[in-house]
């Protein structure tokens, strides 16, 4: 069984571009969700979908930011107009029930 | 005040040593609790889930007081491969499955 699976793995972007993150689940799972850790800080959470569905975004930044979990394919978490503090390691879990587990994170660095 | 909080550490020990870490929490109303370990800032993986009766996975056992809003991590005979920052985790008050992360503690295991 494939675990939570996350592409790219590193990132570079410009400032002003924008990144687009990849992250699919588990097989089985049907909740997604989002966390970002800044360097030398713990892990924030971002952002809980199910299919088609925004659970709950209280930890989404209000602007630039934003998620989808389209029917078909992985989750997307899209950063529009990047810049040098959207620099961290942005994590992807995905539960069936209670437990959260994580993939292995895509690093994005802004120039 | 931190809604988990946890003594960052280092802990120094040597193999062979038992070793405690403690977390408090904010919220009286949450749910679910866990610890996570995590690899110089790779993804963090589920260690295990903490219930009320305390329970035991090998040479880690973890205890919860709700009355005192405190969770703990016993490690015993610890081993070189312990080394980590571990991480307390509780569910948000929701239950929409934010979880809220302490800073966590980190353990060097030395021969």
């Known amino acids: 069984n494939a675990g939570v699976m996350q592409n790219p793995r590193h990132l570079v972007r410009r400032r002003g571009q924008e990144a687009r993150l990849r992250c699919s689940p588990m097989?089985?799972?049907?909740?997604v969700y989002w966390y970002r850790q800044l360097p030398e800080e713990g892990l924030k959470f971002m952002v809980y979908l199910q299919k088609e569905n925004i659970i709950d975004e209280s930890g989404m930044p209000k602007e630039r930011f934003s998620a989808e979990f389209p029917k078909e394919g992985p989750s997307i978490l899209r950063i529009q107009q990047v810049v040098r503090g959207d620099s961290a390691a942005y994590f992807c879990?995905?539960?069936?029930?209670?437990?959260?587990?994580f993939g292995p994170g895509t690093r994005l660095t802004v120039t | 005040r931190k809604e988990v909080e946890q003594d960052p550490g280092p802990f120094n020990v040597p193999e062979g040593a038992t070793v405690a870490f403690n977390c408090t929490y904010s919220?009286?109303?949450?749910?679910?609790f866990f610890w996570y370990r995590q690899d110089c800032r790779k993804e963090p993986k589920l260690l295990m889930s903490?219930?009320?009766s305390g329970n035991e996975d090998g040479r880690f056992t973890a205890q919860l007081n709700r009355a005192s809003q405190y969770i703990s991590l016993l490690i015993r005979d610890s081993k070189l491969s312990d080394s980590a920052t571990y991480l307390c985790v509780v569910y948000g008050s929701s239950n929409t499955g934010k979880l809220i992360f302490g800073q966590g503690t980190t353990l060097q295991v030395k021969p």
């Open positions: 919220n009286s109303a949450s749910q679910s």
């Open positions: 097989k089985g799972h049907s909740h």
């Open positions: 903490v219930y009320s």
């Open positions: 879990a995905s539960s069936w029930g209670a437990e959260q587990y």
